[in-house]
């Protein structure tokens, strides 16, 4: 799906980041993560209704995925929580669903690394303005059979929502 998504420049990614994105069918992974805690009432509330952690913590991290060529589920089981959504094709890009919010992402590989970069926001079905777009951070590298992520949204006027930063262990290309 990300290669569709991408085109010529998904080749241009770490190989780690390609081997991740060309899984199909059930995966569990895991690795580990640092979550962090949103810093507002406002953005406990966000995350709360989004499904994303609401704590600081570290630990393990327990990775589902279930890839189609058009669609993928993601369940990411944090040390205190969980938190699960759906990503569809969307040329140029990616749609994830994450409660109750639907992100329209582009998708960049900048020296190796994919950059999600969020487009566009809808929330409760509502169309977020300009104004009160967050401030998101999504990117992936590889290193040494890794997948490292690091994901980091504010929001005006709310702060920090959600942050999280970790890797997880990828398959063997024998396993896979």
């Known amino acids: 799906m990300y290669e569709r998504a ?21 995966h569990e992974l895991r690795g580990a993560v640092e979550t962090e805690a949103p810093s507002t ?30 669609t993928e589920h993601w369940t990411r089981r944090f040390p205190a929580s969980a938190m699960s959504s759906t990503l ?22 900048v020296e190796g690394k994919l950059v999600m970069r969020l487009r566009q926001l809808w929330f409760a079905g509502i169309r977020c303005p300009t104004w009160l777009m967050p401030r998101v951070t999504a990117e992936e590298t590889g290193t040494a059979n890794r997948l490292n992520f690091h994901v980091r949204a504010t929001v005006p006027g709310a702060g920090l929502v959600v942050a999280y930063r970790g890797y997880l262990v990828l398959p063997t290309q024998e396993a896979t």
Request: aromatic letters at 6%; hydrophobic letters at 40%; one cysteine or more.
């Open 6 to 26: 991408m085109g010529p420049s998904f080749t241009t990614l770490d190989p780690e980041v390609r081997l991740f994105h060309t899984l199909a069918g059930c």
């Open 41 to 70: 009432l406002a953005g406990k509330l966000l995350a709360r209704m989004l499904g994303t952690p609401r704590r600081q913590n570290h630990g393990s991290l327990v990775f589902s995925l279930d890839a189609s060529p058009t």
């Open 88 to 109: 569809r094709l969307d040329t140029p890009g990616i749609v994830e669903q994450l409660g109750t919010a639907r992100m329209a992402f582009q998708l960049e590989a």
